[in-house]
């Protein structure tokens, strides 16, 4: 099984729905992250979580929610998707000994496109 | 904001050729992260820099970060189709989210 996974892997919804897409991890990682990522634009953070009690706004939230259902699971919504919510979504996980970042660990992505 | 440029923006060369790749900021990083992302997959971490001008060898591939901590280089020698790819920057450290570049994309032709 993949360290990460993200369900579901393509995703087609209509504007005006709500959707949400889901995170698991088994590395024991304290630390997730949702980013999307646009050609050209490269990965923008949209919340992260340093443990299930914590969630902040990244720099793109508005227009997201998210959840911290357990150390290992994190998932994100779109309460009402727009068209340029279409985009690649990445979940990711951290390995944060002594308040340093040594490196993500990234999902396979979720391909989600709003018509 | 924290800004990360990279270069070049797309890279085509043959087989068996060197190439450097760079990653540019105004603002100072604890530490530097260089990925390389194939297509369909996320981004898999290469390597971590966190001391001005040092250098890190993978096999084929040489990274150095500035004696600033401002830039990096990725160089890959003898570059193979398998070296294809979008390589991705990311600059941060203590109490600092982690900030990507656009990325350099690299095809490797046969």
């Known amino acids: 099984d993949a360290d990460v996974t993200q369900t579901p892997r393509n995703r087609i919804t209509k504007t005006g729905k709500r959707i949400m897409l889901e995170c698991s991890q088994t590395?024991?990682?304290?630390?997730m992250y949702w980013y999307r990522q646009d050609p050209g634009l490269g990965l923008r953070l949209i919340y992260y979580s340093f443990d299930v009690k914590d969630i902040n706004k990244g720099e793109i939230s508005d227009g997201y929610s998210v959840s911290r259902q357990a150390q290992a699971k994190f998932s994100l919504s779109l309460e009402s998707a727009i068209p340029n919510q279409t985009a690649l979504y990445f979940c990711?996980?951290?390995?944060?000994?002594?308040?340093?970042?040594?490196?993500?660990?990234f999902g396979s992505g979720t391909r989600l496109t709003v018509v | 904001t924290q800004l990360l440029e990279q270069s070049p923006q797309f890279l085509s060369i043959q087989e068996g050729e060197n190439l450097t790749v760079y990653c540019n900021s105004s603002s100072v990083f604890s530490s530097l992260q260089w990925y390389r992302q194939e297509p369909g997959e996320g981004p898999v971490l290469l390597v971590t820099v966190v001391t001005g001008g040092e250098v890190k060898k993978l096999k084929r591939l040489t990274f150095q970060f500035g004696d600033a901590r401002k830039d990096s280089s990725l160089h890959i020698t003898a570059a193979q189709p398998g070296d294809t790819g979008l390589y991705l920057c990311?600059?941060?450290?203590?109490?600092?989210?982690?900030?990507f570049g656009p990325g350099t994309r690299l095809s490797v032709l046969p």
């Open positions: 590395k024991g990682h304290d630390r």
């Open positions: 990311a600059g941060g450290g203590y109490g600092q989210n982690f900030v």
């Open positions: 990711a996980t951290s390995d944060s000994t002594g308040g340093m970042d040594y490196g993500y660990t």
